[in-house]
Antibody, heavy 114, light 109 residues
Framework: EVQLVESGGGLVQPGRSLRLSCAAS????????MHWVRQAPGKGLEWVSG????????GYADSVKGRFTISRDNAKNSLYLQMNSLRAEDTALYYC???????WGQGTLVTVSS | SYELTQPPSVSVSPGQTARITCSGD??????AYWYQQKSGQAPVLVIY???KRPSGIPERFSGSSSGTMATLTISGAQVEDEADYYC????????????FGTGTKVTVL
């Protein structure tokens, strides 16, 4: 069974940092690009960042470029998102996803508020 | 930045056909993927690589792409198909830069 489990969300003050993790199982993790996608309350899906299977190609949405860093550890079947300089507008449910395979976690909630 | 444009809403009667469009300049060169999201749930892939249907997705869901527009068609829509639908694709930069469409609320009544 394909499974993606996110962790690391929580309440954080503006300007602070948070690191999200995603543990993958049930598929050959290092065969696929992986992504972070977020959804603010009552809003649509927003692609945040993606990373190729070997970390050789990485992309970011303009809204997070320079503040967020995506990484992966294929030996641990894990995906990460380091989020710095957080803003109120980063408040959202953050999903780890293998978009082309159709595998998503249940999300981890990040709330940025003082 | 790259954008994919969808109509905000589509309404259809049960048993009728719903068509949802997704417009983007890179679609002639890049695949479109379609996701269904019901309230409070994670998205579910219903179409990949423009027109392929994952196992377990009903045959009433189909996809096509021509030029700068991709289309998701629900033939014989059911009440349970009421949901938000998002297209997804990538830009032409080659940097694994993705984008979701603006989303379409499908109402079946």
């Amino acid at each position: 069974e394909v499974q993606l489990v996110e962790s690391g969300g929580g309440l954080v003050q503006p300007g602070r940092s948070l690191r999200l993790s995603c543990a993958a199982s049930g598929f050959t993790f290092d065969d696929y690009a992986m992504h972070w996608v977020r959804q603010a309350p009552g809003k649509g899906l927003e692609w945040v960042s993606g990373i190729s299977w070997n970390s050789g190609s990485i992309g970011y949405a303009d809204s997070v470029k320079g503040r967020f860093t995506i990484s992966r550890d294929n030996a641990k079947n894990s995906l990460y998102l380091q989020m710095n300089s957080l803003r109120a507008e980063d408040t959202a449910l953050y999903y780890c996803a293998n978009i082309v395979y159709g595998a998503w976690g249940q999300g981890t909630l990040v709330t940025v508020s003082s | 930045s790259y954008e994919l444009t969808q109509p905000p809403s589509v309404s259809v009667s049960p048993g009728q056909t719903a068509r949802i469009t997704c417009s983007g300049d890179a679609l002639p060169k890049k695949y479109a993927y379609w996701y269904q999201q019901k309230s409070g749930q994670a998205p579910v892939l219903v179409i990949y690589e423009d027109s392929k249907r994952p196992s377990g997705i009903p045959e009433r869901f189909s996809g096509s792409s021509s030029g700068t527009m991709a289309t998701l068609t629900i033939s014989g829509a059911q009440v349970e198909d009421e949901a938000d639908y998002y297209c997804y694709s990538t830009d032409s930069s080659g940097n694994h830069s993705g984008v979701f469409g603006t989303g379409t609320k499908v109402t079946v009544l």
